[in-house]
T-cell receptor, first 114, second 115 residues
């Protein structure tokens, strides 16, 4: 099983809403990531979790709040987003942060902020 | 400053011929390189990777070549098939990186396989 599952697939939210994106993997991977991808651009790293601890926060605004409840789950809590935050949000996982190996991506959540 | 560059936004290849996608990088710390394939509105799908200690890695129709001195890698697909039409991203990670300290992606090359 090399699957990373993201829910929901699509999300439309107002600027005053609070919502959460969810990501799940059962490959025993200990590193998990959030990426943001705008149209016709490459994915950009937002957060890295290693062994359920936040390792990297790439200067992401506080309206994005990650959470790693356990080794299989990764959430991204959204609050007071702006229309420019509309994008495809991708979750990924890899075996370990310190081991060179491929990262597996989920299908993404297409977020539209209105 | 782009650390991973894919200078061809698109590439058109006839079915059955070889597709060659190129990627250049500037960060000497990168030691692991990956190619991902992406369809619209889907997440990237891992294709093939190569460590900096190798200069070639092959998996079925896909071969990746790495030229460290030139900081250049390429993905060869042979023979090209219609299902190969997608955007291909080159990605790299630094020492100890793995999936890693995250991956640094190029802008992608849209490969179009013509019948």
């Amino acid at each position: 099983d090399t699957e990373v599952t993201q829910t929901p697939k699509h999300l439309v939210m107002g600027m005053t809403n609070k919502k959460s994106l969810k990501c799940e993997q059962h490959m025993g991977h200990r590193a998990m990531y959030w990426y943001k991808q705008k149209a016709k651009k490459p994915p950009e790293l937002m957060f890295v979790y290693s062994y359920e601890k936040l390792s990297i926060n790439e200067s992401v605004p506080s309206r994005f709040s990650p959470e790693c409840p356990n080794s299989s789950l990764l959430n991204l809590h959204l609050h007071a987003l702006q229309p420019e935050d509309s994008a495809l949000y991708l979750c990924a996982s890899s075996q370990e942060r310190t081991v060179n190996t491929e990262a597996f991506f989920g299908q993404g959540t297409r977020l539209t902020v209105v | 400053d782009q650390q991973v560059k894919q200078n061809s936004p698109s590439l058109s290849v006839q079915e059955g011929r070889i597709s060659i996608l190129n990627c250049d990088y500037t960060n000497s710390m990168f030691d692991y390189f990956l190619w991902y394939k992406k369809y619209p509105a889907e997440g990237p799908t891992f294709l093939i990777s190569i460590s900096s200690i190798k200069d070639k890695n092959e998996d079925g129709r896909f071969t990746v070549f790495l030229n460290k001195s030139a900081k250049h890698l390429s993905l060869h697909i042979v023979p090209s098939q219609p299902g190969d039409s997608a955007v291909y991203f080159c990605a790299a990670s630094a020492a100890g990186g793995g999936g890693a300290d995250g991956l640094t992606f190029g802008k992608g090359t849209h490969l179009i396989i013509q019948p």
